[in-house]
Each structure stands twice: as C-alpha cells, then as structure tokens.
C-alpha cells in the first residue's frame, strides 16, 4: 500500500516539479512584489512593505476604467454568447441538410487568427478621410448618423469590443453545445411529446437541464475568459488602450510591465492579485450555484 | 376505444445516401386492435414492431394508409394530441426529476378546459403510484431505482394522464429473469384493473403468449397471422410462425405425401387424408409424440432429460432440418434410455404441413398447388 502509494508520487513528480517552478514559485515572487514599496526592478530594491501598492492601484484612474471596462465586457459578453450559442446550436442540430457545412462555417472564426479578425472589424467599422466603414455606410443608408466605432464615444467603442469578443468566442461554445446535445437520448424528446409537452416547455424542462452541465461549464470558462481579456481591446484599438479608454485588467497590467508608462512590477502584481481576486470569487459563486443547478 | 390499422406502410430512406432504395419497416398493415384487450406485437427485430407502435403513438409518420382510433382519424394527428401512454424501451425517465416530477409532467402539459390544479395532479400522480406500488420511492431520482422501479415509474407517467391506449415497447426486455415473469403478471393485472386498449411489442413469443388477449404475429414488415395465443399456437397459418411461438420450438422436417399417407424417410408415419400428393415441410410440435414401440415414427435416441413432470426426449432423424428433435412426453411413459431408437405415433392436431416453396401451411383438400 505504502508502496503504491509512493510510486503514484513518484508519477506525479514531474509535473509537481514544474507546476512548482513555473506556477506555484511566480505566484508567491508575485504576492511579495506586490508588497514592496518603491520596488526597483534594475537594483533589486525596495523601500519598505505594506499595502501601498495596492492603494495606489485601486486609486489609479486607469485601473478603475480597466475595471469597468472588464465588467461591463464580462456581464454582456457572458450571457449573450452561450444565449446565442445554445440558439445556433439547437439551429444545426435541427435542421437536416447541410449541417457540416454550416457547422463548418460557424467553426471558421475559432481557426481565425485574432488579430486577422480584429483587422477585418477595423474594415467594418473603422473611420477614415475616405471611408467611414461598411458598418457606418450601412446605417447611412437607414438614414442613420455615421458613428466613428474605433475613436469615437465610449458607448460605441465598448459596442465593438462586445461585438467583437461574442463572434470570437462563439464557435467553441457551439461546437460544445452542438456536441452536448447531440448526446442527449432522442427518447427523452420523443417521451416529452407522447407526455404533451410543447416545443418550449421540452426546452426548457428536458433539454436545458440535460445539458446544464456543459452550460455551466462554458458560463464559468466565459467568465474566466473574458475577465482575462486584453488582445480583443488590443486587436481594435491598438496597444495605447488608457488613452482610447479601452483598457482591460490584464492590459493594465501589461502595461505597468512593459508599456510606455511600464517598468512598475510591484503596481503590476497588485493588479494581478486583485484580478486573481475577482476571478476566483466570481468562480466559487459560479461553482456554489451549479451545485445546487445542475444535473450531472 | 379500439385501434384499427388500415393498409399502414411505413418506408425509411435508405441508410446509404448515394442509393435511392428505401427501407420498407412496415408493409400495408391492416388490423383491429379490440376494445380494453391486452395486444402483443410479435416477431424477431427488424419486423418492423416498434416501428408500428411509433407509428400508432404518433412519433413516426406513415408513408401510407391510416390509423383510426375508434371513429376518429388520427393519421395526421400529432403524438402529444393523441393521447396516448408509451413507455419506451429504455423507460425515458427524465434523469434530472424525481419520480413524482416525471409522474406529474404529463399532468402539467394540460392546457385549457383540461388544466388541472395542483391538488388535482398530485392526487392522480400519487393514484397512478399507488396502482404501479412505487408510492414510497415517488421522492426519488431514476438513477435511484432499480430496473423493476423504474419500469413501473414509466408505467405510472405513461397512466397518469389516463391515456386512451397504452403502448409498450419491448417492456420487459431489461429486467433479470424472475423480475420478469413478476412483471408479466403486473402489466395483465394493471392492464385488467384500468381496461386500457393496450399494445405492447415484444419479441419473446412466451411473453407475448403467456399475458395477451390477441397476439400480432408479423414477419418483415406485415402482418403473418392475428388471434388469441392458443389458436395462433394450434392452427399457424405459415412454418414461419410455426417455428416463432412455442418453446422448445416446433420440430421441421422434410416430408413427403403419397396416396394420403405423410412419409418421413421411408417410413409412412401418418395418415394424410386428403392432402395431394407431393414434397411437404412437416412441422411437429414437441408434444405432438407419443412414445410407442408399435408406433409407425423411428428416430434415433440421443438422450433422455428428465424434468419432473415432463420428460424431454432428444433424438436425431435423417430427414430433420436442424440439430437435435425435442419431444415432450409425460413422465409416465418410459423411455428407455439404454436403447439406440425410439418409436412414436404422432397426434395429428399437433402436426402441420407447409409447402416446400412458400412455406404456407397446407390444408387437406385444398392444397396450394
């Protein structure tokens, strides 16, 4: 017994040693920089420890815009891409005809490179002395105002990141979804409507629940992902994302690493912790509802 | 309220895309179902039995023909207004609700003039329950349940809404051998107790046998021959239902007519008055011998099994299509195992002639050729 159970430690070993040195070690360097005070990354000195670091962050305009900007980005983006991936999904798993095509097709985007898309969203909707853009030609000719997307209020800017973040995340959740309910027992649908159920009630009463878990799964790896975001906001808006407004959490932090206003390490991991903050509370509660929710 | 099928044909595309042929699961069915009988679907898979029951609950549509459910048309009819009770195979219980939830959601489909109150629901789900005997195991999930439970919980939420016919698909097929035979006699009970029209689809020609009313013997898609259990027994029409009801099965040989006289090698083993003269398939039953040295039938003797009341003879005969015959002689007749033969006379009622080609049963004096 003794024995077995050292050979699995020994399995284990190699990845513990790793995960340790790439993980567990970064992740502690990174709490203690983000309490030195007036750390310098070029003399390896700092002036003191305490929690300015973290003061100084949450009082930093820039941090709160990123915030928000993440939220809002997180609580649109989230809801709106399972909703209109369970739809697409029960949509190909629907009809007979050409399923792989158009399961291909909504597969196109995920082989896509980001930046590639981000370029294609600049076509659409970028403002230029030439062109305002096929999206503003398109409300021109509804009768609309033409609205500048990239540099213009923040209404719109936060629109495209949305717009943009939901049609790059989409094609996993329905390749997740299309698969889920293919796995669904068609008996369950046939007994629903022998039992009388309409269409919506089976939805909502045999399908939905059928397949909670794989929604809870790609609710929580939304939230997850799209706390993380930053090269959707850098893809339409280029790298100076405090002054486009446009900033994320991440990008925050990358940018007290490295960008023009960088080389502040202790400022960085005091935002990496407070998003590592956020995103673990959000996932708890996620956890802690689909406990109660979900049929596994 | 009876069911009548009228000329039911059901085709499927083909599985291969590239050809156009179509799979034909039913063929120009025609037959009444009576009144609160107990009805049993028989024949061996692919017959095209579950595809009538789909097509009696509305899950399937024809291809052509009709299905009148007393004088209503329901052909076109959808399955949820049909108001039927199907209980699946695999049973389909909702895995996610609890026996009560998966009794009462039919209850909660009612709209209109039909809509009932909560009170109202839960009395009928816990009569329906009460009339399966799960009322203690109502607060449980499926996956709680054991195979029996959970055949009786599809049965309740198949009642629940007291459904004018009661449709099963190979119902006892996933339960153990004893769980079984119990369950058999559950359903004749239940089915007695609410007189529902009910059909249930099974290849076990026993269990068909054992609980229906009528039996549906059908081959290929139509219909081979309907009737009480008994008569389909003692009088088939075709070696093909022969064959498929009783247990051992029915002994095949290859025979011959000459003069009225049936011959089994050279041996002329009954008389065939009437019959014309030629080539026949001969099925005998297993109880059709009667051991009898100054019998006109001599096979050779394999074994002896005795089983207390009964005494299973197994011998071998030149002209048997097959591996071994099985006889069924009362334990009082003694066979004498030490011997290298055995003789028998044969019961006439118990033997039946086919013809060669077709495999339908030939009548005395009026033979298909």
Redesign the interface.
Known sequence: MKKSGLKAWLYLLPSLIFLGFFMVYPLVDVLVYSLEEGYNSASQTFSGVGLYNYAYVLRDPYFLQAVKNTFILVIITVPVSTGLALLISLGLSSIGKLRELFRTIYFLPYVTNTLAVGLVFMILFKKTPYTDGMVNMLIGLFGGKSVDFIEGPYWAKMFVLCFYTVWIVLPFKILILTSALASVNKDYYSAARVDGASGFRIFARITVPMISPMLFYLIITGFIGAFKAYSDSVALFGTNLNAAGMNTIVGYIYDMLYGDSGGYPSYASAAALILFAIVFTITVINLFISRKKVNA | MNVILMGLTKHFPSKNKRSKEVVVAVDDLSFEIPDGQLVGLLGPSGCGKTTTLNLI???EKPTAGSIFFGKDDVTTV?????G???V?Q?Y?L???MTVLQNIL??LE??KGDKKLSKEEMLKRAHDAADLVQITELLERKPAELSGGQQQRAAIA?ALV?MPKILLLDEPLSNLDARLRLQTREELRRIQRETGITTVFVTHDQEEAMSISDMIVVMKDGSLNQKGRPQEVYDDPVNLFVAKFLGNPPINVFRGEVRNEKLFIGQEAVMDAPLYPNGPVTVGIRPEGFVPNDGGRFTCGLVGVEVMGRDTSVVCSHPEFEGASIRAIVSSENNVDASKKTVVFDLKPNKVFLFDVDTGRRLRPGRGSR
Request: hydrophobic share 35%; charged share 15%; proline share 17%.
């Open positions: 609950s509305g899950l959808p399955p949820e207004m049909r039927v009770g199907l699946f695999n389909a909702y895995p996610h959601f039919p489909n009612l939420r809404k």
